[in-house]
């Protein structure tokens, strides 16, 4: 039975498209690096556009692909990036012609079945299969607490199912490939509280919370954090464990 397409970031496309984290640059150089050639990759779900646009430095062609057409409108043109409109099981890439395909904090959302098929027809021999995902983000001792209870208990009953995979690093997702070994990639950035802010309202839990309740739940946060925080204009280092499985395509 197929999946139906789950869209939980459309509705606030723009507010996601602002708000994420940058990927390392040393993960896309890795990934060229094991990719039998640097012709053609393929980001699929690929959202704004974020990763696809790491991928171009490093590809000759990016075909990026999302099956929504708010997040697609959302990209960042770039020369040498195809955009298209397209479901992750039905990409109408030509059989063979990918040299890697990298699945951005998405593969929990797609049907793996379909998915996978449809990268062993698209893969070049050799070829490369690579996704990540991040959770969980720390930003100080002194506010993990209200971090976690935020994500745990607030918001908690309002992530879909899929989530679990997220939280576990990507290390119980079913991945049917031969597996490369890689290192442990972090995600780091200099933030302020207010787009410490802006991140947790581009969740898709916070967005459900909002559509149901009616109340936004993390001005409430905020508040409680600014007494710890310091002044408006400082800023803090966010990190995130970055969840990373790379695989050979058969």
């Known amino acids: 039975m197929n999946r139906p397409f789950v869209d ?27 990719a039998p050639r640097t012709e053609r990759a393929w980001d699929c779900a690929t959202g704004n556009g974020q990763a696809a646009r790491d991928l171009a430095r490093y590809f000759e062609q990016v075909i990026a692909t999302d099956a929504s057409h708010e997040q697609i409108a959302l990209a960042v043109p770039v020369s040498n990036v195809e955009y298209r409109v397209a479901p992750a099981e039905s990409s109408a890439i030509g059989q063979g012609t990918i040299d890697l395909t990298t ?13 996978y098929a449809e990268v062993r027809r698209v893969t070049v021999p050799g070829g490369v299969i690579a996704a990540w995902s991040y959770g969980t983000c720390s930003a100080g001792q002194d506010i993990e607490a209200m971090l976690r209870d935020f994500e745990k208990g607030t918001v908690g009953p309002y992530w879909n199912a899929q989530r679990r995979w997220v939280d576990e690093g990507y290390r119980s997702i079913p ?37 149901e309740r009616g109340e936004d739940p993390v001005a409430p946060l905020l508040e409680r954090i600014a007494k710890l925080w310091g002044s408006s204009e400082r800023t803090r280092e966010v990190v995130w464990p970055l969840g990373l499985r790379v695989g050979r395509v058969g």
């Open 103 to 115: 699945v951005a904090q998405a593969l929990h959302w797609l049907d793996h079945r379909q998915f």
């Open 8 to 34: 939980l970031f459309s509705g606030h496309a723009n507010v996601y498209a602002a708000a994420r984290p940058t990927y390392p640059d040393e993960l896309f150089r890795l990934l060229a690096s094991l």
């Open 175 to 211: 991945f049917p490939f031969d597996e490369l070994p890689v290192p442990t990639f972090e995600l780091r950035v200099e933030w302020s509280l207010s787009q410490l802010g802006e991140y947790l309202k581009s969740w898709s839990a916070v967005a459900k919370y909002r559509r």
